[in-house]
């Protein structure tokens, strides 16, 4: 692992640098250029806008590690307001565990992710669980696993830099799960994760041309992924197991390769786009630092442009 992202992952768990960061307007400044805004308002508007130029969005709210149980079920309740106001955009919404209250009552978060999963299915939309650090895999993937026995459209974040991994993704595929592919940006250990960027991209290829081969018995696969050459070599990889550019989708952040994410889009590929909002944007604005430590240079050089 470079310097400068283990350096940013370590900043990103730092209450005091998050202080400092939300009271500054130019790292606020910064920070929008990969988020709307901080509200639902925004997020819904930036949905709808990208909505007529044919690309769907998933929204989250940013946060986790809650404290306490009235802080979860107001995140509830603030889902469950954000269903209310989808209409027929095709949009998603994505939740971390940790912010619906597991640290602190696990049987609470899950009551809270029942009530959103069956509010997202009368919404007939997809419900997303996000993967956070390794301490929360087991939980969150025997969580997913109810759910999916119930609820066809629940999908679930695979982190690919994990060791793990590769048996994880085996252990899903009888369910035929949703399973949205990422590289993994939280700060591990070497004996938990891949700490080469070359060893993840194979992991990453590896697996996912695995699940490529499970689309005809049901896997939805997501890329999830600005790495355009290694969404290129999944391409060919779909292109040699005869996989229809629609059997498979990729998933972008908001405001980091749009234009790429717009010609997948006219080339048959089925996209999102990953709206994030709220104030709590400082650790997540870190990881996304780190997943590639050069986009600091990108985001000094957009504040002065």
């Known amino acids: 692992m470079s310097i400068a992202r283990t350096l940013l992952l370590r ?13 500054r307007a130019v790292t606020r400044r910064a920070v929008r250029r990969f988020m709307p805004g901080e509200t639902s308002d925004e997020a819904l508007n930036a949905a709808r806008d990208l909505s007529q130029q044919g690309i769907g969005t998933i929204l989250t709210q940013l946060g986790e590690n809650v404290t306490e149980l009235t802080q979860a079920a107001a995140v509830r309740d603030h889902y469950m307001e954000v269903y209310d106001q989808l209409d027929e955009l095709p949009t998603e919404v994505s939740v971390k565990l940790t912010q619906l209250g597991l640290d602190i009552d696990p049987g609470a978060c899950e009551g809270f992710v029942w009530e959103l999963v069956e509010r997202a299915e009368r919404a007939d939309s997809l419900f997303w669980i996000d993967m956070e650090d390794s301490r929360y895999v087991d939980v969150t993937l025997d969580l997913y696993r109810r ?35 990422v590289k993994g940006a939280y700060n591990e250990p070497a004996s938990v994760a891949l700490p080469s960027k070359r060893d993840v991209d194979e992991q990453f290829y590896t697996l996912g041309s695995q699940l490529l081969d499970t689309t005809a018995s049901g896997t939805v696969v997501v890329f999830g992924t600005h790495d355009l050459p290694l969404v290129a070599r999944l391409r060919k990889a779909a292109a040699d197991r005869h996989v229809a550019a629609g059997a498979y989708q990729v998933h972008m952040l908001y405001g980091i390769r749009s234009d790429a994410l717009r ?36 985001v000094a050089k957009s504040l002065f442009t």
């Open 11 to 23: 900043a990103s768990q730092s209450a005091w640098l998050a202080n400092q960061a939300s009271r």
């Open 263 to 298: 010609q997948l889009a006219t080339e048959g590929i089925p996209v999102k786009m990953l709206i994030s909002y709220g104030s709590a944007w400082f650790a997540w604005y870190m990881r996304r630092l780190a997943e590639r430590p050069a986009n600091v240079w990108f």
């Open 147 to 181: 759910l999916r026995a119930k609820h066809p459209k629940v999908g679930v974040a695979i982190q690919a830099y994990l060791h793990r991994t590769p048996a994880d993704i085996a252990s899903l595929l009888p369910l035929a799960p949703t399973i949205r592919l």
